[in-house]
């Protein structure tokens, strides 16, 4: 299973883009650009299509085609799904729409409302939702509770103990930090994907404490931190 997540298909068997996003005045050439070639290749029929293969069919570096990706998903026109094998194992679905989808702030339900046009015809019958979980297509809030919940539950599950205890005045930062996210409006899942790879690749000398992830957050998620950690 390809951690890097996987594009549903479309039945159909030529490159056709929606009018919505061409002519979209807030999108910009990249962000369609990126869109048309997502469209050529989830049109191949028995062609599975990962995010790592389109970006390698970018000449553009990594911080530009991640820049790209971030505006389809900000913009609504790429869903992304957090789902759950047989085996419990967490992998991802991408869901390309031909309408702008726009969650609400605090909404569980990322059910695309998006679709139109003949040429969106996703099957979703594959999935058995009863044992899946869709990711939550929400954006985080300033609840702080949630944002160190995800990470100490992916540092346990690391290193099979609990995060050590953060001063308060470190607390204020992270505070500070969960804000800056929020205003940023990431959504639970990026965020949640984002942990996931930062432990996978975490180096022996790096403890897992919270503090060095944010100082990775502006490059993730561009968003500013005023004050440092202490």
């Not at 990126?34 to 990962?50: A, D």
């Not at 999935?127 to 300033?142: A, P, V």
Request: charged share 30%; proline share 2%.
């Amino acid at each position: 299973m390809n951690n890097e997540g996987v594009f549903r298909q479309k039945k159909v068997f030529f490159s056709q883009i929606s009018n919505n996003v061409l002519r979209d005045t807030k999108m910009s050439l990249k962000g369609k650009g990126l869109y048309s070639i997502i469209q050529s290749y989830i049109t191949i029929e028995n062609f599975i299509l990962y995010k790592t293969t389109l970006k390698k069919q970018c000449k553009e570096g990594n911080k530009a085609f991640e820049s790209a990706w971030k505006e389809l998903k900000d913009r609504g026109y790429l869903v992304q799904y957090r789902l759950r094998d047989k085996k419990g194992n967490f992998y991802y679905e991408y869901d390309l729409l031909d309408n702008v989808h726009t969650p609400e702030k605090g909404s569980a339900d990322n059910a695309p409302s998006g679709k139109g046009g003949i040429y969106n015809k996703t099957d979703l019958t594959n999935i058995d939702f009863n044992n899946t979980e869709k990711e939550r297509y929400t954006i985080l809030s300033d609840d702080n509770n949630v944002c160190f919940k995800i990470y100490k539950d992916a540092y346990t599950k690391k290193f099979n103990k609990e995060h050590m205890k953060v001063s308060a005045t470190n607390k204020l930062y992270i505070d500070r930090w969960v804000s800056s996210l929020a205003e940023a409006k990431v959504l639970i899942c990026d965020y949640e994907e984002e942990v996931e790879k930062y432990f996978n690749k975490l180096p022996p000398t790096n403890n897992g404490n919270i503090l060095a992830f944010i100082k990775t957050s502006k490059r993730l998620f561009d968003v500013d931190i005023v004050d440092s950690a202490i």
